[in-house]
């Protein structure tokens, strides 16, 4: 297969992790006779250092004229602290999904066995744990109509959605629970917000030409925190765009290390890849940073085109570094293997597959149950 692979490594940690990724892509581009051709652009605060756009036009052309776009990290402390910046890197990162239509944002929480005393949560509440957030990403509040008074003493937000934003982004997570464990959550406060309603009366009626799935209602509140007390009770969960950014980032502490964790954002017509994880400014240019979520995001950059055994191949590479201890200090912190280490190790068992006798394969995939 012939791909054109848009790089936007981005901010702090994002140049870093995202080469170990294009390491593994090139392994599997050798080793499964394919070939990517990989153009970098920049975006966020090194954009914005260059050009003044956190979003310049050329990187949005580039994205335009790629099959897949594998992202970095987004975010400068810079700005974070400054609430009167107009510019912010941020804008760059929503831009990009409004433009190019990315209105459903994928994310995996798996628990990885090996490392699952770093968790937070004990041991037998976290077994089990495999589930898939749907977000919606292009719409709601991140969106609505923003407004600050001219003395600067009200703001408004305004979260709005349509039947067809939601019905778009509900068939895509009713298929996935059709695919898995055939439980679907959506998540919302219908006891409150009126988008709520709406989102519960469109994907009640869509339910219904799904019957093989289950589908239950939760609020906000209660999800926040059953995802605490009993996170193996999710398959799929759907939730609108600000719900799954808060959502996500609670799954991602569940397994222990924010550093596992792949995203795939995706639209009728483009696709985009990133780790789940920040820019992480404390650790740029360190060597420190792991690599894997940005690799699991090449992944699934492989399963959104179909090629399940190169999917597999990486999945299975990622399984091996962490079995074999091959990971970076914030999964084992007497490691001494750095960014680049377990981004080689992972690129070169890609290539090499002869240590894949005892795994059962037809477990092994990134939106169904893996042996991760
Ligand atoms: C995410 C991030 C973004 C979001 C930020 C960087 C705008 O937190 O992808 O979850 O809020 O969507
Ligand atoms: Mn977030």
Not at 74 to 80: E, K, L, Q, V
Not at 227 to 248: A, I, R, Y
Not at 334 to 355: L, Q
């Amino acid at each position: 297969m012939n791909l054109k692979i848009a790089l936007l490594p981005g901010d702090g940690i994002g140049p870093e992790v995202t080469a170990q990724a294009v390491k593994c892509l090139q392994a599997v581009e050798e080793n499964f006779g394919h070939r990517f051709r990989f153009t970098e652009a920049p975006i966020g605060a090194v954009a914005i250092q260059r050009s003044g756009n956190p979003l310049p036009d050329n990187t949005l052309k580039l994205c335009k004229q790629s099959d897949a776009i594998l992202f970095g990290a987004i975010g400068d402390p810079r700005y974070d602290n400054d609430p009167d910046a107009r510019i912010r890197p941020e804008q760059g990162l929503l831009q990009l999904r409004h433009e190019l239509g990315l209105f459903s944002n994928i994310r995996p929480i798996k628990v990885f066995p090996t490392i699952m005393d770093l968790s937070p949560l004990k041991k037998h509440v976290l077994t089990g744990t495999d589930m898939v957030i749907y977000r919606e990403l292009t719409g709601g509040i991140y969106f609505g109509d923003k407004k600050l008074s001219d003395d600067g003493s009200r703001a408004l937000d305004t979260c709005e959605y349509s039947e067809h934003e939601i019905s778009r982004i509900a068939h895509l997570a009713f298929k996935a629970a059709k695919n898995r464990r055939k439980k679907l959550t959506m998540v919302d406060k219908a006891n409150v917000l009126e988008t709520s309603r709406l989102w519960r009366k469109v994907v009640g009626r869509i339910g219904e030409s799904y019957p093989e799935v289950q589908l239950e209602f939760m609020y906000i509140d209660n999800a926040a925190m059953q995802m605490v007390l009993n996170p193996s009770q999710f398959d799929v969960m759907l939730t609108e765009n600000m719900f799954g950014d808060l959502l996500s980032d609670v799954g991602s502490a569940l397994g222990g290390s924010i550093g596992l964790l792949p995203s795939a954002s995706v639209g009728e017509k483009y696709a985009m890849f990133e780790p789940i994880h920040g820019s992480y400014p404390q650790a740029k240019g360190k060597n420190i940073a792991n690599p894997i979520a940005s690799i699991l995001s090449a992944a699934m950059m492989m399963e959104h085109f179909g090629l399940k055994e190169e999917t597999r191949a990486i999945v299975i590479a990622v399984y091996q570094a962490m079995k074999n201890h091959i990971v970076t200090p914030d999964l084992e912190p007497k490691s001494k293997y750095s960014t680049e280490h377990v981004g080689e190790f992972i690129a070169n068992k890609v290539v090499d597959s002869d240590e894949l006798f005892n795994i059962n394969k037809e477990n092994i995939g990134l939106g169904k149950s893996t042996i991760i």
